[in-house]
């Protein structure tokens, strides 16, 4: 089996400046394709991840799709600003792996998990990730973004109403007025008035979620590591579960965070392969990992780094906020490894950024994501979104 072309896509959504999915799919010269994605739809360089996954489908051309290692390092060593590479690198490589591994699964007509060692769980617990922005439904109005404490608890309830035992909240990301904050406000000691502001959000939160519900503090990596301790001692208080993207992360300024503060650490968004992990597993600085395969060198990548993980008794969280594909991804890696902790279900998963993209738009029961059985990793983009693409390109 020969790979013989690649198309290269950049989707369309609801919101396209804020969401505009990267994929691909791949095709063969006995007819299996498969379909991945680039985990760089939001925020700034979504284009350049669209260049990087067309530059990398030129050296793909050829070989063997079941080779998915020999491709991988062909991918990462023959680029030569693959190594020790950011999110454009390992965004390009992640959505042509998934890609590899969708037609593995096909090929031999079982899903990707089984390729992977097997289920090691039926269900997945699932966490309502990011309530500061609500947690609507398509056609529901409540989708109320947070500002006065009680948003906080209102929102926490709507997510409890579905079943979920477990909630994400950036308590820290707008003023009492609505106001985005920007890095001036964030960064540095934090004043008396903006530590009272997030306590009393996060204690708005607690009392709404009482004691059977975990909650995760999120926190985009705004602050510094000054404010990230401060911080930290309000998680605390309030029995959070991890403490995410605490600030920018290196591990000096990690180990200082761990050092005053004992809430669990999570990171993972902005680290980009088992290179950079290493150093925070062993220096014991991440207790809660979260690689996202569309940013992170895709299926084969993130295998790798929970293994490693696992070594170190790290847990995982694979971070997704891509289109529904890539949840399908994340659902296959992380029923087969045994430090699965809980997956992130984003609130943008339920909006009407992700209708109209992929085959299916799978969402958790009661708290909970069961996987899928079909064939590959189980859904592919449809044509009629990759008709009206953005970006086109085909690689042959």
């Not at 031999?108 to 439904?137: D, E, I």
């Not at 008035?193 to 009393?200: G, H, N, S, T």
């Not at 207790?287 to 490693?308: F, R, Y």
Request: charged fraction near 20%; glycine fraction near 10%.
């Amino acid at each position: 089996m020969k790979i013989t072309k690649v198309e290269v896509f950049r989707l369309p959504t609801a919101n396209s400046k804020m969401n505009s999915p990267i994929g691909c799919r791949i095709y063969t010269d006995v007819g299996i394709r498969g379909d991945g994605e680039a985990g760089m739809a939001y925020g700034v360089g979504g284009s350049a991840a669209f260049g990087m996954v067309c530059d990398l489908a030129e050296l793909i051309i050829g070989m063997d799709p079941l080779q998915t290692e020999l491709i991988w390092e062909t991918m990462y060593k023959k680029t030569f600003w693959g190594q020790n590479g950011g999110p454009v690198v390992f965004s390009g490589i992640a959505a042509i792996d998934v890609a590899l591994w969708d037609i593995k699964g096909k090929h031999f007509n079982v899903p990707v998990y089984q390729l992977l060692g097997g289920k090691v769980r039926n269900k997945l617990r699932t966490y309502a990730s990011q309530l500061q922005f609500g947690w609507g439904q398509v056609g529901v109005s409540e989708h109320l973004w947070a500002v006065k404490p009680e948003d906080y608890a209102y929102n926490v309830k709507l997510a409890m109403a579905e079943g979920f035992d477990a909630v994400k909240i950036d308590f820290f990301d707008r003023d009492e007025e609505g106001k985005p904050l920007n890095f001036l406000d964030t960064t540095g000691f934090l004043t008396p008035a903006q530590l009272k502001m997030v306590e009393a959000r996060m204690k708005a939160a607690r009392e709404a979620a009482g004691d059977g519900v975990d909650i995760i503090m999120e926190n985009h990596s705004y602050p510094d590591a000054l404010g990230a301790v401060q911080l930290g001692k309000l998680a605390e208080k309030y029995r959070i579960l991890a403490f995410e993207e605490p600030n920018t992360p290196t591990t000096q300024t990690v180990e200082y965070i761990a050092k005053y503060v004992s809430v669990p650490i999570a990171n993972g968004e902005r680290l980009f392969s088992r290179w950079q992990y290493a150093d925070y597993f062993k220096r014991n600085l991440l207790q809660l990992a979260q690689p996202d395969i569309g940013n992170c060198g895709g299926i084969s990548e993130v295998k790798k780094i929970c293994d490693m993980a696992h070594a170190f008794d790290a847990g995982i969280q694979i971070h997704v906020a891509g289109s529904p594909l890539s949840t399908n991804a994340a659902l296959h890696l992380e029923c087969v490894i045994p430090n699965f902790v809980i997956h992130e279900h984003h609130t943008c998963n339920r909006m009407d950024t992700c209708l109209g993209l992929t085959k299916y738009n799978l969402q958790p029961e009661n708290g909970y994501f069961t996987v899928p059985d079909l064939p590959g990793i189980g859904n592919e983009f449809l044509q009629e979104a990759i008709d009206k693409a953005l970006l086109y390109k085909i690689v042959e």
